[in-house]
Antibody, heavy 118, light 109 residues
Framework: EVQLVESGGGLVQPGGSLRLSCAAS????????MNWVRQAPGKGLEWVSY????????YYADSVKGRFTISRDNAKNSLYLQMNSLRAEDTAVYYC???????????WGQGTLVTVSS | EIVLTQSPATLSLSPGERATLSCRAS??????LAWYQQKPGQAPRLLIY???NRATGIPARFSGSGSGTDFTLTISSLEPEDFAVYYC???????????FGQGTRLEIK
């Protein structure tokens, strides 16, 4: 059974940093690209970042480019999102999602809430 | 950036009825269009990929159609568990753009 479990969310002040993790199991992690997608409270979905299976291809949404860094450790079956210079508008539930192909997310974690507030 | 516009914003129907949800793209996305279902407090679930292919485990009452700029998700006969929010999502390769529609809320009449 495919499982994705996010962690690392919490309350952070504007301008602060946070690192999210996603632990994957139930599939060959190193064979799949991965994504981060977020959802602000009561709002719709926003794709944040994509990383290919070998980390050779990485994309970011314009809203986070230069502030967020996606990475993965295939030996640890883990995906990460380093978030710096956080803003109030980054407040959201952050989901990691498996991507069999670019732009598709076939399995999702339950999400971790990031709140940016003073 | 390609903008996806979903209609209607809210659809009120009864179990057993047919639901038709629309997604229109501001420019052609070929067939790179997916549909997701999200229930309150849950993560989204992939229903349809590449406009018309059902994802693993998705019941046959869900079907997708369209290409270019106009897409449709059809639920042939609504079950109680189908009442949720539905999102369409596109991806275009050059320049890279991955965007979601604003969602359609399917509610029980």
């Amino acid at each position: 059974e495919v499982q994705l479990v996010e962690s690392g969310g919490g309350l952070v002040q504007p301008g602060g940093s946070l690192r999210l993790s996603c632990a994957a199991s139930g599939f060959t992690f190193s064979s799949y690209s991965m994504n981060w997608v977020r959802q602000a409270p009561g709002k719709g979905l926003e794709w944040v970042s994509y990383i290919s299976s070998s980390s050779s291809t990485i994309y970011y949404a314009d809203s986070v480019k230069g502030r967020f860094t996606i990475s993965r450790d295939n030996a640890k079956n883990s995906l990460y999102l380093q978030m710096n210079s956080l803003r109030a508008e980054d407040t959201a539930v952050y989901y990691c999602a498996r991507g069999p192909v670019l732009g598709e997310a076939d399995y999702w974690g339950q999400g971790t809430l990031v709140t940016v507030s003073s | 950036e390609i903008v996806l516009t979903q209609s209607p914003a809210t659809l009120s129907l009864s179990p057993g009825e047919r639901a038709t949800l629309s997604c229109r793209a501001s420019q052609s996305v070929s067939s790179y269009l997916a549909w997701y279902q999200q229930k309150p407090g849950q993560a989204p679930r992939l229903l349809i990929y590449d406009a018309s292919n059902r994802a693993t485990g998705i019941p046959a009452r869900f079907s997708g159609s369209g290409s270019g700029t106009d897409f449709t998700l059809t639920i042939s006969s609504l079950e109680p568990e189908d009442f949720a929010v539905y999102y369409c999502q596109q991806r275009s390769n050059w320049p890279l753009s991955i965007t979601f529609g604003q969602g359609t809320r399917l509610e029980i009449k």
